[in-house]
T-cell receptor, first 116, second 112 residues
Framework: AQSVAQPEDQVNVAEGNPLTVKCTYS??????LFWYVQYPNRGLQFLLK??????LVKGSYGFEAEFNKSQTSFHLKKPSALVSDSALYFC??????????????FGTGTRLLVSP | DAGITQSPRHKVTETGTPVTLRCHQT?????MYWYRQDPGHGLRLIHY???????DKGEVSDGYSVSRSKTEDFLLTLESATSSQTSVYFC???????????FGPGTRLTVT
C-alpha cells in the first residue's frame, strides 16, 4: 500500500523567513504526490501536485515542492512566509485500486505557525 | 469550494440514532468521496463512488453506509451513531484525469 509520512506535527517560522514542511513517501511504482492546505473551519484546498517531469513543482499562493526520488521526499517550500500561511498542511499520495479507480492516502498533517 | 455543498454543517445527535449527511455537487463529476478527519489521523476514507449506484468501501467503513442515486448527490448514513463517530466529515469530488480532489466545507458531527 502507498503511504506518506509527515514527521513534524508543527512547524514554527517567522514572517519573511523561508519555510519547509516535510513529507516522505513509500510507494510501489511511480509516485503521484499532492499537497493540500486547510484553513480553520474550512475544507482542504489543493496546492500542487507532482506526476512527472520537473522535480520542482510550483503551485498556488507562492508555494513550491521539491520531489527527490533518492530520498523519497516531497517537501513543501516557500521562500518568504506570511502570517496568512498559518494553516494545516497535508501531503497525499495517489493509490490505484483494482477497479482502476484512484484514491488519495493522506498524511497526518503538519500545522504551520508563522509569527509576525 | 468547486461547487460542493454539505448539509448539515453542524449536528449534535444522541448515541444509537441514525444520521444522514448530504453532499451535493454542481459540476457533474463522476468520482465522489467521504472522509472523516480526526486529530492525529489526518483524513481517512470512509466510502467512495465512481458513478450512480456504484460505491465501495474505504479504510474505515464500519458503521457507515452510502448511497448515490443521482450524479450530484452522495449521502453518508451512520446507521446507529456512536461516540467514536464524533468527527468532522468531508465530502470530495475527483477530477479523474488530473487526479486532484476538491473538498466541501465539512460537517462537524457530535455524538453524545
Amino acid at each position: 500500500a502507498q503511504s506518506v509520512a509527515q514527521p513534524e506535527d508543527q512547524v514554527n517560522v517567522a514572517e519573511g523567513n523561508p519555510l519547509t514542511v516535510k513529507c516522505t513517501y513509500s510507494v510501489s511504482g511511480n509516485p503521484y504526490l499532492f499537497w493540500y492546505v486547510q484553513y480553520p473551519n474550512r475544507g482542504l484546498q489543493f496546492l500542487l501536485k507532482y506526476i512527472t517531469g520537473d522535480n520542482l513543482v510550483k503551485g498556488s499562493y507562492g508555494f513550491e515542492a521539491e520531489f527527490n526520488k533518492s530520498q523519497t521526499s516531497f517537501h513543501l517550500k516557500k521562500p518568504s512566509a506570511l502570517v496568512s500561511d498559518s494553516a494545516l498542511y497535508f501531503c497525499a499520495v495517489r493509490e490505484e485500486v483494482n477497479t482502476g479507480f484512484q484514491k488519495l492516502v493522506f498524511g497526518t498533517g503538519t500545522r504551520l505557525l508563522v509569527s509576525p | 469550494d468547486a461547487g460542493i455543498t454539505q448539509s448539515p454543517r453542524h449536528k449534535v445527535t444522541e448515541t444509537g440514532t441514525p444520521v444522514t449527511l448530504r453532499c451535493h455537487q454542481t459540476e457533474n463529476h463522476r468520482y465522489m468521496y467521504w472522509y472523516r478527519q480526526d486529530p492525529g489521523h489526518g483524513l481517512r476514507l470512509i466510502h467512495y463512488s465512481y458513478g450512480v449506484k456504484d460505491t465501495d468501501k474505504g479504510e474505515v467503513s464500519d458503521g457507515y453506509s452510502v448511497s448515490r442515486s443521482k450524479t450530484e448527490d452522495f449521502l453518508l448514513t451512520l446507521e446507529s451513531a456512536t461516540s467514536s463517530q464524533t468527527s468532522v466529515y468531508f465530502c470530495a469530488i475527483g477530477r479523474g484525469e488530473s487526479y486532484e480532489q476538491y473538498f466541501g466545507p465539512g460537517t462537524r458531527l457530535t455524538v453524545t
